[in-house]
């Protein structure tokens, strides 16, 4: 059984573009761990399903997506793998729709930094950054075993924008997630405008105002 396995492997691979052997030579090594293996192996049986639900259409505009991950969520987000994943899951459409949501807080007015390209905008360490963020005086959300993303908007020439710390101070009581939506998204307090244009117009007042009834507005 091994062996005709190995050699229907070795079939696959002569025929498969140098992308695709690529990309499964790095799945295999990725997948010497047990845990990591399995983590794989059900992966690859999810997409292979997914691929199946997909037609050429909605596969060509997943591919044409500028990053891995990307192309996983325009995957995910076409109309006949929804149908094919709300029979698994009914959940799964919302769920999806958090991770968008989360990916535009993110990337609002330009992609986020590292831990490294924080420090080089401020000119100091990054264990200057990780003290800062510890102590609610830069905004930064965890993204697992790489380290925290700070959203590039609270940097400018001279530093931190002005006013940022003690507007993130008033908003401590809530995680990373929700300080970030309160600065992007349009708020009634400011009428309809975002913290994040206001505080840059200099309205650090009005924005601390508006931080004081986040939480009022958050529960209506």
């Keep these: 059984m091994v062996a005709q396995r190995q050699a229907a492997l070795e079939s696959a691979l002569d025929k498969a573009p140098v992308s695709l052997v690529d990309a499964v030579t790095r799945t295999l090594e990725a997948g010497q761990q047990p845990?990591?293996?399995?983590?794989?192996?059900?992966?690859?049986?999810?997409?292979?399903?997914?691929?199946?639900?997909?037609?050429?259409?909605?596969?060509?505009?997943?591919?044409?997506?500028?990053?891995?991950?990307?192309?996983?969520?325009?995957?995910?987000?076409?109309?006949?793998?929804?149908?094919?994943l709300r029979r698994q899951d009914p959940l799964l459409a919302a769920r999806l729709r958090g991770l968008r949501s989360r990916e535009h807080l993110l990337t609002a007015e330009g992609e986020p930094l590292t831990t490294d390209l924080a420090a080089q905008a401020l000119g100091i360490t990054r264990q200057g950054v990780d003290k800062r963020r510890q102590s609610g005086r830069l905004l930064a959300v965890s993204t697992g075993r790489r380290g925290y993303l700070y959203p590039s908007w609270q940097f400018t020439a001279?530093?931190?924008?002005?006013?940022?710390?003690?507007?993130?101070?008033?908003?401590?009581?809530?995680?990373?997630?929700?300080?970030?939506?309160?600065?992007?998204?349009?708020?009634?307090?400011?009428?309809?405008e975002t913290p994040l244009a206001e505080l840059s117009r200099g309205n650090s007042e009005a924005v601390k105002r508006a931080a004081r009834l986040y939480g009022e507005q958050v529960a209506v």
Aim: proline letters at 5%; charged letters at 25%.
């Design 35 to 84: 845990l990591r293996a399995a983590f794989v192996a059900r992966a690859l049986n999810a997409l292979q399903r997914l691929a199946r639900e997909l037609d050429d259409r909605a596969l060509g505009e997943a591919v044409s997506s500028p990053s891995d991950y990307e192309t996983l969520l325009r995957a995910l987000e076409a109309p006949g793998a929804l149908e094919a």
């Design 158 to 192: 001279e530093g931190v924008l002005p006013g940022l710390e003690e507007v993130i101070a008033l908003l401590r009581e809530h995680d990373p997630w929700m300080q970030l939506a309160f600065f992007v998204n349009a708020n009634t307090a400011l009428a309809g």
